[in-house]
């Protein structure tokens, strides 16, 4: 990979396989299995998807429900292993996806930010230094001493985006995160992943709203039904998207 290429993409492609018929328990899927009954649709929720980012360049995915942006991201991220194809990234990841998809509903916030922090790869050491930072930020005060089974979904989320912000990674992935809690909280993450980006962050983006992605990011592209059919400056690729979905 160049010395100056953050994340780079080599046609890759994720293959699912859809199962014609319901199988109601492990017993019946193992006999079917053995009889060779299972009869499945292959599905490319990814196909030959080819691009570079630069360090320090933030790079826009825009497409409607189902093009297979999320997924991507989740390639990108290490969560999906790709099916073909292969990934090249160099550098520290924040993975912001499914925030505070690690959380145990029956433990309190505190117990939470030492649990989903190790499944981020965090140190206990770590979390002890940066544990105050992490609570001020989310805005939780006294609740962090209340299970997580009592928090709304914009406190769990508030939570998640804290914790998994508090690392300075060399590459940001983020999808639709700077759209969660209130509008006071989405102001407040969107400035600290600007702050991220001041500091020469690379960052890989989806959001369903053209206009930040435009504000925020300097190259998009465009995936549809799992393809990429798209790329360039962001400007360009908003106008092209704009009229994809009019």
């Known amino acids: 990979m160049k010395k100056n290429v953050a994340i780079s993409v080599q046609?890759?492609?994720?293959?699912?396989?859809?199962?014609?018929?319901?199988?109601?328990?492990?017993?019946?899927?193992?006999?079917?299995?053995?009889?060779?009954?299972?009869?499945?649709?292959?599905?490319?929720?990814?196909?030959?998807?080819?691009?570079?980012?630069?360090?320090?360049?933030?790079?826009?995915?825009?497409?409607?429900?189902?093009?297979?942006?999320?997924?991507?991201?989740?390639?990108?991220?290490?969560?999906?292993?790709?099916?073909?194809?292969?990934?090249?990234?160099?550098?520290?990841?924040?993975?912001?996806?499914?925030?505070?998809?690690?959380?145990?509903?029956?433990?309190?916030?505190?117990?939470?930010?030492?649990?989903?922090?190790?499944?981020?790869?965090?140190?206990?050491?770590?979390?002890?230094?940066?544990?105050?930072?992490?609570?001020?930020?989310?805005?939780?005060?006294?609740f962090i001493e209340v299970p997580i089974k009592n928090y709304s979904s914009g406190m769990k989320a508030r939570l998640g985006f804290s914790v998994a912000t508090v690392v300075e990674p060399d590459i940001l992935i983020l999808d639709e995160v700077l759209s969660v809690g209130d509008k006071k909280f989405r102001q407040k993450s969107e400035n600290k992943v600007m702050s991220m980006f001041d500091k020469g962050v690379t960052v890989l983006f989806v959001s369903h709203s053209l206009e930040q992605v435009k504000r925020l990011c300097d190259r998009a592209i465009i995936l549809d039904s799992g393809r990429l059919v798209a790329e360039g400056p962001v400007d360009k690729i908003a106008r092209v998207y704009k009229n994809m979905t009019e």
Do not use: M
Request: aromatic content about 12%; hydrophobic content about 40%.
């Open 11 to 142: 046609d890759v492609g994720i293959r699912f396989n859809l199962n014609h018929e319901r199988v109601d328990n492990l017993k019946e899927f193992v006999i079917k299995f053995l009889r060779k009954d299972l009869k499945f649709n292959e599905f490319w929720a990814l196909k030959d998807i080819n691009f570079e980012i630069k360090k320090g360049e933030r790079l826009g995915v825009l497409g409607l429900n189902g093009s297979g942006k999320s997924t991507l991201l989740k390639v990108v991220s290490g969560v999906l292993k790709p099916s073909a194809g292969h990934i090249e990234t160099s550098g520290v990841i924040a993975p912001l996806l499914e925030l505070g998809a690690g959380f145990s509903p029956e433990y309190t916030g505190r117990e939470n930010i030492y649990l989903y922090g190790s499944v981020l790869g965090y140190s206990k050491e770590f979390l002890d230094e940066k544990f105050d930072e992490i609570v001020d930020f989310s805005g939780l005060g006294e």
